[in-house]
Every structure is written in C-alpha cells, then in structure tokens.
C-alpha cells in the first residue's frame, strides 16, 4: 500500500511569507501527527489530528497551524516564517494515534526560509 | 528542555561487530520507548519499543535494554551490518499523551 505522502519536498520562501505544507497517511489511519526536525533539537512534536480534531499540541507558537480533512489529510500551516522555522517538516500516520501503535514517517518537507 | 538526550552524535563500528546506542530521559514519566532508524533523504522508520514493565527486548539482531533507575535505555545491534548505517533515533512517551519525545539522533557507521 502506498506510504505517507507529503508535498512539496523542498520549498524555500522568504521571512515574513507563509507556507503550507501537506501530508497524506496511508489509506485507513486516521491520525496525523506533525514533527520539526532541526539539526540540535531532534525532531520536536507540532501537534495531532484525529478525525479531524486537534487532540494533541506542543509547545510551538500559535504561528504554527494545522487542520485535518475527512479523508484524513491534513495540511500544516506556518504564518509570518522566520529564519529559525528552517527545518525538516515530518508528518506521520497511524490506525488510531495511540503510542503502541506504529506511526509511519513521510520522506518529510525541507522548508528554508531566507 | 530536551527531555530525551542521546549524547553521542556519532559512533562507527567495524562490521560484525556490536553497536550500542545510548539513550537518556530525564522525565520519570516516561514508561513507553520506541528506537526508529532514519536513511538520509526518508522519513524515520521504526525498529524496536519497550515498554517499562520490561527490561529487554529482542527483535532478531535487535535488543533494546531499559534501566529504569538510571533512566537509560540502550540498542545494541549484533551483528552490525554495512546497511545498519543511518541515523538512530530513541524516543519516549508518557500515559495519556500518544506524541513521542524524540532525541537528537546519533549517526552509526558500520565499516565493511
């Protein structure tokens, strides 16, 4: 079956732009959770969706946003982008979300803001 | 606060040979842990987990250890294979909350 699909791969965009990125689970999961990787910080939990409802947040500004459709794909949203929000953007998919279920990586989204 | 801490960035070993990847959390919390192995240019996939009423377990070349009073969990990969060579990441859950915490990885190189 197919993988965890996110668009675009790379994107690089300008300090105070915006950005969207996408991610589609694997056909049946229902949750999505988002990651930020950055080289010292290791990847750093952005938040959950399930079945359309944010069930989960960390701890990032209010900047970063998310939502989650019927289908369960769900988009990430960054306003106002600052040079530090450079990072790989990794979503993962699961059946249910709960922890000893496993969660599947997209190949992520490298954004580089300039 | 990184709450999951790997230490080492980097660790090379002969093939063959045992690696052992190093892990420490902080949060007494924490009671679910899962290592994933991340290729350059892929997302992590997952290895292993235990779960803290456990002290090992064991998935072929794969052993995680856990040392709960120490805080400290371990992977040891016997033997360790050339494709073995790629990013290792630990992370940590707590009860009631299904996002992981992660650490900053440590880069393992098998040497032919």
């Known amino acids: 079956k197919a993988g965890v699909t996110q668009t675009p791969r790379y994107l690089i965009k300008t300090r105070g732009q915006q950005v969207t990125l996408s991610c589609s689970p694997i056909s049946g999961h229902r949750s999505v959770s988002w990651y930020q990787q950055t080289p010292g910080q290791g990847l750093q939990f952005l938040f959950e969706?399930?079945?359309?409802?944010?069930?989960n947040k960390g701890n990032f500004p209010g900047r970063f946003s998310g939502r989650q459709f019927s289908n369960s794909r769900s988009e990430m949203n960054v306003s106002t982008l600052e040079l530090g929000d450079s990072a790989l953007y990794l979503c993962a998919s699961s059946l249910t979300g709960q922890r000893n279920t496993e969660a599947f990586f997209g190949q992520g989204t490298r954004l580089t803001v300039v | 606060d990184q709450q999951v801490k790997q230490n080492s960035p980097s660790l090379s070993v002969q093939e063959g040979r045992i690696s052992i990847l190093n892990c420490d959390y902080t949060n007494s919390m924490f009671d679910y842990f899962l290592w994933y192995k991340k290729y350059p240019a892929e997302g992590p996939t997952f290895l292993i987990s235990i779960s803290s009423i456990k002290d090992k377990n064991e998935d072929g070349r794969f052993t995680v250890f856990l040392n709960k009073s120490a805080k400290h969990l371990s992977l040891h990969i016997v033997p360790s294979q050339p494709g073995d060579s790629a990013v290792y990441f630990c992370a940590a859950s707590a009860p009631g909350a299904n996002n992981l915490f992660f650490g900053t990885g440590t880069r393992l190189t098998v040497i032919p």
């Open positions: 969706y399930f079945s359309e409802t944010q069930r």
